[in-house]
């Protein structure tokens, strides 16, 4: 079981390593859907460990896939629809770092959660590999911090969010089901709500350029 | 459970007035809501004189009934100050009874925050704010507000995650994330500790806290009048009440000292960029920023610290949601938010004016308010768990901060020419002028404070 | 013996290595609903090119025309040392291991680099500059992978990480093959000059190993063209062979009738391979010079990854 868990670990690392790679922002929603399923399998594995008494994961694994997998990526989707004439040729035109910095970089971040778990948590918790969600954590703020397009921000948020399910399913054995579901209304909410405002933003700045920056300094 | 529903008061009147005001029936957004933060209030005073409640689902003790109360007295005067302001507001981003329908479930979510009895819902409640007042911040629709209210979902969500890897650490070792049972026995291990630290750094992003505070500025500096007023009064006090409920579960020395550690940063980094605004609205905002690095301190020292703190977050909340509500005159005055443009208020608009110079005067902690008597409790007992020295650090750098403030406060006031006509002033300097006399009166009830803190001290 | 093994393995190599390449230009042709060539086309070019006059640029040195005899006896030294139709070591086999092998790798692309500049060319120069700039940042990919196996297997020696994976499926099915299996994929792709890094037009925008025989002709381009035909099926055979499917290839004891009959099956193994080199070639669409940096790094990450994996999950 252990090993399954790694192998979908180390899945999700690659895919937020393909979503650094991939610039245009339609194919890294895609893979985002992609890595909300793994989660929702990483949920089901984690609710057939105990079958009788863990039965609400599979409600939280049909949860993920229709609010993570299916609607969060529908609903950015559709805001890139009505925002741009040509959706699929939207992408990142001003990343901080180039594609293979960030990739490197990210290996590094990597490289460090293994580290800082290894060395501070490894001993009470006695999980092996878990320092993988860190790294996922870590990886996503990277996504992040190295974009400056809204959507792809957005979406590192949602990939930490990810890690975190990772992280409580895998090292703890997961949160009360009742605080999983509010966090998975709360994202719902964060994700029309923000994308409303990424569409205002957007449109903003296709009309007028970007003159934000100067008045927010300081 | 059926006595204890009346601890759902609140929350209930506020998401009542918030369905009852997304109807499409005219001017009832603006009646539901002055209707229901009243009855809000009423119920938050009531509450002051239940008993404590704590069971599975509500822990509501002193700290939790006075925040519910600051929160409801924000609240109501933040509703009246909405009826005008909002109205003459061109260029929105929504109609108007989607802003009374967010400020009211923004509020709930608020209320939910302090009255629920888990970590988990605690910060199931947090995020909810942030999705719930995202869109208030851009409801004057232009590209700087649309930014700053993007800046501000995506920096404290993120911060967010943190605390939730804090709350999953906190369950992780513990076994349960209800407050009451981890009060009572907690695990004394790394990953405990480690989580608790998360957990302050997490929330504390929420509420401006040094290392990520930088959305702060932007937010209240765009934000309308009543919306900064609201989350510089009560929003960022929200976050801090769930680091106090992390410090007060495991008060172990080292989380006391980041804690504390942290809260000073945030008022040295505070008061330094204080100095160098041009932008009145982001100097409040960091006069907001140095009292939540206050109360942190306080919340960081308990025993005394902690009722000083208490006092802060309610004098804090009064005065400082007066200064933005005046602030918002000034804007709708002048039409620009530079210092440098704003000449002869005083001569202007006397009665905003004075009260304007009592309120700074307040929020930076001059001797009649009860801000001050915070200070001193926090102060005092800094100084005996700490010494001088560190004292004198802090006393310092509120100085530069209390100088920086009234300073400049005065120049918009007290400079400009004999030829200024003084002009009609508006109705709704009225509840600035109310809750700053609240915010003064506050000093009356601090024994009453001490005794519905009496289990925290 | 074994040196008759040798013998075969390199004639082998000499006569299969044109017929793997015919076989993929056909197949994408076909995959485009077009007629395509013979399979046995890139022989009769090679016939064709060995029967014409070799000119050679009046300002090129001696380097120019030895070049290609170098690379292609280099690469059929290679040929005797790696595990390409035995899973035993051959009597050459000892003189490298896969480090000295990579580095014998090198050497002919370094051989190639200058026999390629000396032609004084621009376009050669171009391809050339183009090449040593991949060359450089794929080098490291290629020693991480290698170092990678020899963590596993404890060994430099490809035959014995051809035993190691095949007998013990704890390693074969582990996370640190699977990404040691993909960086050394992608490389191949760079190796080879498959599509999203090098399309075989001469466009001067992207041509990069197209653009270095520019000035060579008759038999020196005939033994050129056998050099690269030489080095796809060696690199593809290593890969096959050690990393993906080191299953049934011949072991000591198994006779000469054993090792006939192999090759056959290694004929059908690559022909798999170079039908999904196919059709990536016909489905995806060129990357900018720029980016096939990005690519690059992506195949460090995975190669980066597989050695993360191997400590993560010890």
């Given amino acids: ?218 | ?457 | 013996m074994s040196y008759l093994y040798s013998l075969v393995e390199i004639v082998y190599v000499l006569i299969a290595a044109p017929l793997i390449v015919g076989i993929q230009l056909s197949l994408e042709e076909r995959l485009e609903s077009k007629q395509g060539p013979s399979v046995f086309q890139p022989y009769f070019d090679l016939v064709k090119l060995f029967h014409k006059e070799s000119i050679v640029p009046r300002v090129s040195s001696p380097v120019f025309r030895l070049g290609p005899y170098i690379i292609v006896m280099f690469y059929a030294f290679l040929a005797m040392i790696l595990p390409i139709i035995t899973a035993f070591p051959l009597p050459f086999a000892p003189s490298a291991d896969f480090i000295g092998g990579g580095l014998f790798f090198g050497a002919a692309a370094a051989i190639k680099k200058f026999s390629a500049i000396d032609s004084r060319s621009n376009y050669a120069h171009l391809g050339t500059s183009r090449s040593a700039s991949l060359a450089v940042f794929t080098e490291p990919i290629i020693m991480l992978i290698f170092i990678m196996l020899g963590v596993i297997s404890n060994t430099n020696n490809p035959f014995v990480i051809n035993n190691v994976l095949r007998s013990s499926p704890q390693w074969y099915y582990s996370l640190v093959h699977g990404f040691v299996t993909v960086a050394f994929f992608m490389v191949l792709i760079i190796e080879t000059g498959q599509l999203p890094i090098e399309s075989h037009t001469n466009g001067e925008l992207g041509m990069i190993d197209q653009a270095m025989p520019f000035e060579y002709t008759g038999t020196d381009l005939a033994m050129y063209k056998l050099a690269f035909y030489m080095k796809t099926f060696i690199l593809l055979s290593v890969f096959l062979n050690v990393y993906v499917i080191p299953f049934g290839v011949p072991m000591a004891n198994s006779g000469i009738m054993t090792i006939i009959i192999y090759m056959g099956i290694h004929l059908l193994k690559l022909s798999g391979l170079i039908a999904i080199f196919a059709l990536l070639n016909t489905t995806v669409s060129k990357f900018r010079l720029y980016k096939n940096f990005d690519f690059l790094a992506v195949a460090f990450a995975l190669a980066f990854l597989a050695s993360l994996a191997y400590y993560i999950i010890k």
């Fill in chain 1, 1 to 218: 079981m252990n090993q399954t868990f790694e192998v979908l670990g180390f899945l999700l690392i690659v895919f937020t390593l393909l979503m650094q790679w991939e610039i245009h922002v339609q194919r890294i929603i895609f893979l985002f859907a992609a890595s909300s399923f793994v989660i929702a399998i990483f949920l089901v594995l984690l609710g057939l460990r105990h079958p009788q008494e863990e039965y609400m994961l599979f409600v939280l694994a049909g949860l993920t896939i229709v609010v993570r997998g299916i609607t969060i990526p529908v609903v950015m989707n559709k805001a890139l629809h009505r925002l741009y004439e040509k959706p699929w040729r939207v992408r990142e035109d001003k990343p901080l770092l180039g594609v293979g910095g960030s990739i490197l970089l990210s290996l590094v971040l990597i490289a460090i959660g293994y580290f800082i778990y290894q060395n501070s948590l490894y001993s009470v918790l006695k999980v092996r590999s878990g320092s993988v969600p860190f790294a996922l954590f870590l990886q996503a703020s990277l996504l992040i911090i190295s974009h400056k397009h809204a959507y792809i921000q957005m979406i590192g948020f949602l990939v930490m969010e990810n890690a975190v399910v990772m992280l409580s399913g895998w090292v703890f054995g997961g949160l009360p089901f009742i605080v999983e579901a509010g966090v998975i209304l709360d994202l719902l909410g964060l994700v029309v709500v923000s994308s409303l405002i990424i569409r205002v933003r957007e449109s903003a700045i296709l009309q007028e350029g970007d003159t934000a920056e100067s008045e927010l300094r300081g």
């Fill in chain 2, 1 to 457: 459970m059926s006595q204890h529903i009346i601890y759902l008061l609140p929350i209930f009147f506020s998401l009542l007035g918030a369905i009852l005001s997304i109807l499409p029936i005219r001017y009832i957004d603006r009646t539901m809501s002055v209707v229901a933060s009243a009855l809000a209030l009423v119920s938050a005073i009531y509450l002051l004189f239940q008993p404590v409640c704590i069971d599975g689902y509500f822990y509501i003790d002193g700290l939790s009934k006075l925040l519910i109360l600051t929160i409801a007295m924000v609240y109501i005067s933040t509703v009246l100050y909405s009826l005008p302001y909002i109205k003459h507001l061109g260029n929105l981003l929504f109609q108007h009874r989607l802003y009374y329908f967010l400020l009211n479930v923004f509020v709930a979510t608020m209320f939910f925050s302090v009255s629920v009895d888990n970590l988990g819902l605690i910060w199931v409640g947090i995020e909810a704010t942030t999705v719930s007042s995202a869109l208030l911040i851009a409801t004057k629709n232009n590209q700087i507000t649309v930014e700053s209210a993007w800046r501000y979902v995506i920096i404290v969500s993120t911060g967010l995650v943190i605390s939730l890897i804090a709350i999953t650490f906190i369950y992780g070792s513990a076994g349960t994330l209800s407050l009451h049972e981890l009060l009572q026995h907690h695990p004394d291990n790394r990953v405990f500790l480690i989580g608790i630290l998360l957990g302050v750094v997490g929330f504390g992003t929420k509420a401006g806290i040094f290392p990520m505070h930088t959305w702060l500025p932007d937010v209240h500096g765009k934000a309308p009048a009543p919306v900064s007023a609201i989350f510089s009064g009560v929003l960022l006090p929200v976050a801090l009440y769930a680091i106090a409920r992390l410090i007060q579960i495991y008060p172990a020395h080292t989380i006391k000292l980041f804690a504390l550690t942290l809260g000073i940063l945030t008022v040295i980094a505070a008061s330094l960029m204080m100095t160098v605004q041009t932008n009145y609205k982001r100097m409040f905002a960091y006069s907001s920023m140095e009292n939540m690095g206050m109360i942190l301190i306080g919340f960081s020292l308990g025993g005394y610290g902690l009722l000083g703190a208490v006092i802060i977050i309610i004098s804090h909340g009064l005065a400082k949601s007066s200064v933005f509500f005046l602030t918002g005159d000034v804007l709708s005055r002048y039409h620009t938010t530079d210092i440098q443009a704003v000449n002869g208020l005083f001569q202007r608009l006397p009665r905003a004016a004075s009260t304007l110079f009592l309120a700074a005067m307040a929020v930076t902690g001059a001797p009649p308010f009860a801000l001050f008597v915070g200070e001193l409790f926090i102060f005092s007992a800094l100084i005996t768990q700490f010494g001088w020295l560190i004292a004198l650090v802090v006393i310092l750098f509120l100085a530069i901060a209390f100088i920086a403030v009234n300073f400049r406060t005065g120049k918009m006031i007290f400079t400009g020419d004999e030829n200024i006509k003084k002009e009609r002033p508006h109705i709704e300097t009225w509840i600035a002028i109310v809750n700053l006399i609240l915010s003064f009166l506050a000093i009356l009830f601090i024994p009453y404070f001490e005794l519905l803190l009496k289990n925290l001290l």
